[in-house]
Every structure is written in structure tokens, then in C-alpha cells.
């Protein structure tokens, strides 16, 4: 495959993930009031991971690589469990479209990251691409920054931890599982996700989140389970491991703008000209916040 060839491929991933991640803020609002914070993180991750066994069993058969369990597990808590908890809550406090905005910091943590502790070598470029892409997040407020803070301290405040955790979990992702097939990355994480999130509501006595009693949870659970959690996983890690985490994060500046389409195209939402210029600046943030190389290798540790 050439290098052009891949390089689509892996901006065709970026787009399509933002559409998937897009939608599933949505989801999550509508499964918190119906099964609490734990219970969306157990659903959307059961029904992820369910969703994605079979293909993953079938290559394992396959190829008979051994699983690096450790670093799986690691990874799932950092980069799936406890990010999708603090989202989770993080939507019984703010808005969903402040949720999606605010989840635009993790590319700007993965540059900083990868500068200080993964030695990714970061551009001066990349830098100027982050903050082309945060404007283009402040344009689509148009120039109200404020309104982030209109909601729960506590909402910004685990949408922005949650956001860390993103980007930690990149790096990782990239350093310890390279030689790992997403499907066998995204499976065990979002079963790592799951036990989690089950153990919590169990923990706070959320009997409530086994309970499905209306068609409309069904729905959200489907849509953020087997397409949010388990397409887009797969979707993810791909980027993380043909590319860089730090490309990989980049779907986070998209993930307001298609959030705002699913809303006009769903809701009849007005899609201003705040949006498209925000649009047209956060599409020349994230080309130039993707570097000039897309294939980044992992550096190698010695010692």
C-alpha cells in the first residue's frame, strides 16, 4: 500500500469517526437519564465489545499472536473506562454540544504529552495547527468563550479530565500494543470498559442500569454501542497505530462540527455562518496539528 493510498484512508477514518463520535453525544444524554453514569459506560462497552468477538476470535484463530493482557488492561481503564464514566457524568451537568466543544482539548494534551514524556517530537507547526483548531472551536461559540462555563464546574471540570485520559491513552496505545490488531485492541479495552462500569453501578447500587424498558433505550444503546463504541473503536485505534496518537486526537476538533450537522439534519437545527468559517478553520487546524509524516513509529526503549 502506498503512502498516499494509506494516508486517505486514514483521514477518510478521522472523518468518519467524527461523524460516529458526533452522534454519540447524543446517546449518551438520552442512556444517562434511563440507566445512570455507570450504566452507559457497561452498555455502550458490552454491546461494543459483543459486536466486535466473533471478527476478533476469527483472526486470533488466524494469526495465534499471544495477547499482552497487561497492557490491554491498562489501556481500557485509561483510554475507555474512566474517560466514559467522567463523560458520562459529565452530561447530567452540561449540555451535550458543551460536552462535544470541550472534548476538543485532547489534541492539544496529546501534543503536550507526547513533547514532555513520549519524545514525539512536535512541530512548531503541529503547535500552530492546535491552536487553528481551537479557534475554530471559539468561532463556533461565536467568540463566546463563556458559555463553557455557563454549566456545572464540576461538568467542565471531568469533561476536561476525561479529555487527559484520551490523550494518555493514545500515547500508551502507541507504545506499549504497535504490533497489536485493533480488533484485538478495541475488543478486550471495551471489555475492560464494561467490567468497570458494571462493578461501579453495582458498587452504587444501580439496579436500575440492567433494567431496558423502552424502545428508545434500546436504540441508544445500539447506536452508541455497536457503532459508537465498537465501529468507532476499531476506527480509532487503526489511526493511532497507521498513523499517530496525535492524529488520532485530532477527530476531537471535528467531533462539534458534525455534532452540530447531526443537529440540523436531525433536529432542523440553523447552521450559521459561525459554523462554516468554524468549519473551515478546524479543517486547517487539523491538517496542520497532523504533521507533515502521518507514520510515526514508536521510539524504542532501551535498557
Same mark, same amino acid.
Given at each position: 500500500?502506498?503512502?498516499?493510498?494509506?494516508? !486517505?484512508?486514514?483521514?477518510? +477514518? *478521522?472523518? #468518519?469517526?467524527? +461523524?460516529?463520535?458526533?452522534?454519540?453525544?447524543?446517546?449518551?444524554?438520552? *442512556?444517562?437519564?434511563?440507566? /445512570?453514569?455507570?450504566?452507559?459506560?457497561?452498555?455502550?462497552?458490552?454491546? /461494543?465489545?459483543f459486536?466486535?468477538?466473533?471478527?476478533?476470535?476469527?483472526?486470533?484463530?488466524?494469526?495465534? @499472536?499471544?495477547?499482552?493482557?497487561?497492557?490491554?488492561?491498562?489501556? =481500557?481503564?485509561?483510554?475507555?473506562?474512566?474517560?466514559?464514566?467522567?463523560?458520562? !457524568?459529565?452530561?447530567? *451537568?452540561?449540555?451535550?454540544?458543551?460536552?462535544?466543544?470541550?472534548?476538543?482539548? $485532547?489534541?492539544?494534551?496529546?501534543?503536550?504529552?507526547?513533547?514532555?514524556?513520549? @519524545? $514525539?517530537? +512536535?512541530?512548531?507547526?503541529?503547535?500552530?495547527?492546535?491552536?487553528i483548531?481551537?479557534?475554530?472551536?471559539?468561532?463556533?461559540?461565536? !467568540?463566546?468563550? &463563556?458559555?463553557?462555563?455557563?454549566?456545572?464546574?464540576?461538568?467542565? #471540570?471531568?469533561?476536561?479530565?476525561?479529555?487527559?485520559?484520551?490523550?494518555?491513552?493514545?500515547?500508551?496505545?502507541?507504545?506499549? *500494543?504497535?504490533?497489536?490488531?485493533?480488533?484485538?485492541?478495541?475488543?478486550?479495552?471495551?471489555?475492560?470498559?464494561?467490567?468497570?462500569?458494571?462493578l461501579?453501578?453495582?458498587?452504587?447500587?444501580?439496579?436500575?442500569?440492567?433494567?431496558? &424498558?423502552?424502545?428508545?433505550?434500546?436504540?441508544?444503546?445500539?447506536?452508541?454501542?455497536?457503532?459508537?463504541?465498537?465501529?468507532?473503536?476499531?476506527?480509532?485505534?487503526?489511526?493511532?497505530? +497507521?498513523?499517530?496518537?496525535?492524529?488520532?486526537?485530532?477527530?476531537?476538533?471535528?467531533?462539534?462540527?458534525?455534532a452540530?450537522?447531526?443537529?440540523?439534519?436531525?433536529? &432542523?437545527?440553523?447552521?450559521?455562518?459561525?459554523?462554516l $468559517? =468554524?468549519?473551515?478553520?478546524?479543517?486547517?487546524?487539523?491538517?496542520?496539528?497532523?504533521?507533515? @509524516?502521518?507514520?510515526?513509529?514508536?521510539?524504542?526503549r532501551?535498557?
Open positions: 500500500m502506498s503512502k498516499q493510498e494509506n494516508t !486517505w484512508k486514514l483521514f477518510a +477514518a *478521522l472523518f #468518519g469517526l467524527s +461523524a460516529i463520535w458526533g452522534l454519540s453525544f447524543v446517546f449518551i444524554k438520552i *442512556l444517562g437519564t434511563n440507566v /445512570g453514569v455507570a450504566g452507559v459506560v457497561f452498555w455502550r462497552c458490552l454491546a /461494543g465489545a459486536v466486535l468477538l466473533p471478527f476478533m476470535i476469527l483472526q486470533q484463530r488466524k494469526t495465534r @499472536k499471544k495477547i499482552p493482557w497487561i497492557p490491554l488492561i491498562v489501556v =481500557g481503564i485509561i483510554n475507555v473506562c474512566i474517560p466514559w464514566l467522567l463523560i458520562s !457524568w459529565s452530561e447530567t *451537568l452540561i449540555p451535550s454540544s458543551t460536552a462535544s466543544i470541550l472534548n476538543a482539548t $485532547t489534541p492539544l494534551w496529546a501534543l503536550l504529552l507526547g513533547a514532555v514524556f513520549f @519524545k $514525539t517530537n +512536535a512541530t512548531f507547526r503541529q503547535f500552530i495547527g492546535v491552536c483548531g481551537f479557534i475554530g472551536i471559539v468561532i463556533l461559540l461565536e !467568540w463566546r468563550i &463563556d458559555v463553557l462555563w455557563t454549566g456545572a464546574f464540576v461538568g467542565v #471540570g471531568t469533561m476536561l479530565i476525561a479529555t487527559f485520559c484520551y490523550a494518555l491513552g493514545s500515547h500508551l496505545t502507541k507504545r506499549w *500494543l504497535n504490533g497489536v490488531s485493533v480488533l484485538t485492541t478495541a475488543t478486550v479495552t471495551l471489555f475492560v470498559g464494561a467490567i468497570g462500569g458494571g461501579l453501578a453495582v458498587r452504587e447500587s444501580q439496579a436500575s442500569f440492567l433494567t431496558i &424498558d423502552s424502545i428508545e433505550t434500546v436504540l441508544a444503546i445500539i447506536g452508541l454501542g455497536c457503532l459508537g463504541s465498537g465501529v468507532a473503536q476499531v476506527l480509532y485505534y487503526y489511526m493511532v497505530s +497507521a498513523g499517530s496518537a496525535q492524529f488520532a486526537t485530532n477527530v476531537t476538533y471535528l467531533i462539534p462540527v458534525t452540530i450537522g447531526w443537529g440540523a439534519f436531525l433536529l &432542523d437545527e440553523i447552521i450559521s455562518l459561525y459554523t $468559517t =468554524g468549519l473551515l478553520v478546524i479543517l486547517v487546524g487539523v491538517y496542520l496539528a497532523s504533521g507533515r @509524516k502521518l507514520y510515526v513509529r514508536p521510539s524504542v532501551k535498557g
